[in-house]
């Protein structure tokens, strides 16, 4: 299950799990303009790292992170042409 709320060019999503086979009920999607760029702030800030920005086949770059509670935020841009 996955619910995206849009307010002009900024996009927020909240993925809910139905196989829950972890402790994560939902995470949270960011879409944000440079997703390299943002992964180092938040690790700047202290975030801890689920999985690093990386290239996704249907054309999205993600990022997952935690933030100070524990839950998951997944970051998300189109990938950038070379």
Known sequence: MF????????????????D???DDR???WVYVD?????????????AVV?????DEPWGERLAT???PAGNKLHLGAPVREA
């Open 3 to 18: 619910v995206t709320l849009s307010r002009g060019e900024r996009t927020v999503g909240i993925a809910a799990r139905q």
């Open 34 to 46: 440079d997703v390299d760029e943002t992964f180092a702030k938040l690790m700047a800030s202290g």
């Open 20 to 22: 829950r086979s972890d």
């Open 50 to 54: 689920e999985v690093e920005p990386h």
């Open 65 to 67: 992170v935690r933030d």
């Open 26 to 28: 939902f995470a949270y």
